[in-house]
Every structure is written in C-alpha cells, then in structure tokens.
C-alpha cells in the first residue's frame, strides 16, 4: 500500500517523539513491502514564528492533500503566560479539525500488565483496564460563540450541538462497541444541561439499530469517580468534546504516564493521529519525553487503513519494550539514560528482528543497536 503522509510534529517535544513514529512507520515498510511518503508543514508557535498564522494555508493544502496527517503537539510558555494574546498555537490544532471536519476523537485507555506499579492507582483496582473514549471534537463550547464585556469583567461561552453532530460520532462509538465488549456509556450532565439533555435524547434513539449492544448513562462527576474507582466497568464510553477531554486525560493516571496515550481523529474525508499530551516545553530537546504515545498513534494509522499485522506488530513491539523496561525516565528510573530516541531505536529493531529478544543493556547505553 501507498500512503502520503503529512507530519506535523508542532511544538515542544512534538518533533522528538513525531521522529520515533516515523522511524518506526519507516521500519514498517520496509518489512510489510510497503511505502509511505511523509512530507512536513509547521503548525502551532513555530508557525506563527514563521508566517503569523498557527495554522498556515500551505499546511492546510498539504493536509487535505494527504492520506493521513501525524500530528506531534503544540504550545509554548509566550503564549501560555500570556491570556491577552489575540493569535495563539490552540487556534491552529482547532482550526485543522474545523477545516479538516475531524469531529470524532478516538483514545484507548489500557492499563499495561507491566506497568501496574507505576500507576498511583491500586494495581488490582485497574488491573485488566481496556476503555476506549469516544470524544466529539467539534463542536461543543470549545466552537461556541465567546463574548468577552467591554469593561473586560464578564465574559461567555456558548455550547451548542446538533442531532447531527451528536448522531455521527455516536453511530462510530455503537460500532466500535459491538466489535469490542458491547457495553457503550454515555458520559453527561443532563440533570443541568440542555445540550447533555439533546444527547441522552439522541443516543436513547439510535440504541434500537444496535440491540446487542448494552448503553449506560452516567453524570460526569460519577464518572470522573468512577474512572478512578473502578475503570474495568468501562467498555466504549462516548461523550461531548470539553467532558471528553478533561475524562480522557484523567484515564491517562491508569497506564502511569500520559506518555502512553494515542488518539486519532476522524472525518468522513480525512484522519490525523497524534498522541494526547501536550508539548511539555519543559522536556524539549533533553531526551526524556516518552514517544510510545506517538508511535501507538502509528500503529491506529495502520489500523484506519486495515493494515492490522502491521499494527499488531507495532504493539507487540511496544509490549516488549515495556517488558524489558526500555522506557523514558517517567516509567522507569532504573535506567535513566534510555532516551526518546533509544525507545524509538529499539521498537524499530524489533520490527526488523522480532525473533530477538535478548537484551544488551550495554548497547542501549552506548546508543548501539539495542537488540542481539
């Protein structure tokens, strides 16, 4: 298969973990007798650097040019530190989903075997964890109307949806259930919110074309509690965009790092992958930030485009990664000289020698080839 690429590692630590992904995407070629063409755009600060815009045009060409879009992270301390600031990084992230239609986000939750102690949640609580989140990515009061008073001291946001917004990312989240553990929860706040209201409404409706599947309500605040008491309840759980963000990065304290965490993001014409932390500009450049995120957001680019050998072998890869402990200082300070780049190196190496499996501690630390 042929694929064209676009990679927009962003800011941050994008670039450094983007790189591991398409090193790994690279090694998947090869062996699967494939070829994938990457071609990079800027987006976020670098962007507004470079021509003022967080989202240029020509990124937005390349995109709607492209198969499938990596994306890396965006945001910087200028403008974090900086509220009055009219041009900002967000901007560009919201605006490729807006242009590009992307109105489903997909994050799987997994609570690694491996990784149970590092988790500052009881291992036997999340133990067996496997949730994937279905958050609606454009619309919302993310998109609403914002109104901020002349005198600066009162300020609004508006949260509207539609049937149809609410209708086609849950018909994804049904599906997705049926071919998982057919339990689907719908995550709300309809006991305060008109919008919450229209969703429980429109979800109650389509649950009779998808009979084998068993579909739950709870409150948002249950479930920010559930989601820490007991997440092996949870199957698909769908929901709107801000209670969606704020729940998906609240399941990242389950596999002990939000370096962990992948997403895509779906349209019916275009698709971008990208894990769900943020730049982390505190890491930048020192060689520390974990890359597993961005390289499990490959292996659900293959999965969107029915390779799943291919990504198969992308998660066996990290499974053992995680085994032998070749992971990032926020998973494992035992070997604190495994870099980003190393983790990346060895995922790679296995891809191309999945039947070696001895570790050579000494070659990692010297940056030889990590697999013997």
């Known amino acids: 298969?042929?694929?064209?690429?676009?990679?927009?590692?962003?800011?941050?630590?994008?670039?450094?973990?983007?790189?591991?992904?398409?090193?790994?995407?690279?090694?998947?070629?090869q062996e699967f007798d494939h070829s994938f063409v990457f071609r990079s755009a800027d987006v976020g600060a670098i962007a507004i650097e470079?021509?003022?815009?967080?989202?240029?045009?020509?990124?937005?060409?390349?995109?709607?040019?492209?198969?499938?879009?990596?994306?890396?992270?965006?945001?910087?301390?200028k403008y974090d530190n900086d509220p009055s600031a009219k041009v900002r990084p967000e901007q560009g992230l919201l605006k490729l989903r807006k242009e590009l239609g992307l109105y489903a986000n997909i994050r799987p939750v997994k609570a690694y075997d491996e990784l149970l102690d590092a988790s500052p949640l009881k291992p036997e609580n999340i133990k067996?964890?496997?949730?994937?989140?279905?958050?609606?990515?454009?619309?919302?009061?993310?998109?609403?109307?914002?109104?901020?008073?002349?005198?600066?001291?009162?300020?609004?946001?508006?949260?509207?949806?539609?049937?149809?917004?609410?209708?086609?990312?849950a018909h994804l989240a049904f599906k997705a259930a049926q071919g998982r553990r057919k339990?689907?929860?719908?995550?709300?706040?309809?006991?305060?919110?008109?919008?919450?209201?229209?969703w429980r409404k429109v979800v109650t409706e389509m649950a009779s074309q998808y009979s084998d599947v068993t579909l739950e309500f709870l409150f948002v605040d249950n479930a920010a509690m559930q989601i820490i008491l007991n997440p092996k309840q949870f199957d698909v759980i769908?929901?709107?965009?801000?209670?969606?963000?704020?729940i998906s990065d609240e399941a990242s304290v389950i596999g002990g790092s939000i370096g962990l965490l992948a997403s895509a993001s779906i349209g019916d014409k275009h698709a971008m992958?990208?894990?769900?932390?943020?730049?982390?500009?505190?890491?930048?450049d020192k060689g520390i930030a974990n890359p597993i995120a961005s390289i499990l957001s490959a292996a659900m680019l293959l999965e969107h485009f029915n390779l799943i050998d291919e990504a198969a072998m992308i998660r066996k890869a990290i499974e053992k990664s995680l085994h032998l402990?070749?992971?990032?200082?926020?998973?494992?300070?035992?070997?604190?000289?495994?870099?980003?780049?190393?983790?990346?190196?060895?995922?790679e190496d296995f891809i191309n020698h999945p039947k070696d499996t001895n570790l050579n501690f000494t070659n990692i630390h010297v940056g030889q080839s990590t697999i013997i």
């Open 1 to 29: 298969m042929k694929l064209n690429i676009a990679v927009l590692s962003g800011d941050g630590i994008g670039p450094e973990v983007t790189n591991q992904a398409v090193k790994v995407l690279k090694a998947i070629a």
């Open 50 to 77: 470079e021509t003022g815009s967080p989202f240029p045009d020509a990124t937005l060409k390349l995109c709607k040019a492209s198969d499938a879009i990596l994306f890396g992270a965006i945001g910087d301390p």
């Open 128 to 169: 067996g964890t496997d949730i994937c989140i279905y958050r609606e990515l454009t619309g919302g009061i993310y998109f609403g109307e914002k109104t901020l008073s002349k005198d600066g001291d009162s300020a609004t946001d508006l949260c509207a949806y539609s049937r149809v917004e609410i209708e086609r990312v």
């Open 183 to 198: 339990k689907l929860t719908l995550v709300d706040k309809a006991n305060v919110l008109e919008t919450s209201r229209l």
């Open 238 to 246: 769908l929901t709107e965009n801000m209670f969606g963000d704020i």
């Open 273 to 284: 992958f990208e894990p769900i932390h943020g730049s982390y500009p505190e890491a930048k």
């Open 325 to 347: 402990e070749i992971t990032t200082p926020d998973l494992n300070s035992k070997y604190e000289s495994i870099s980003t780049s190393k983790v990346g190196d060895f995922i």
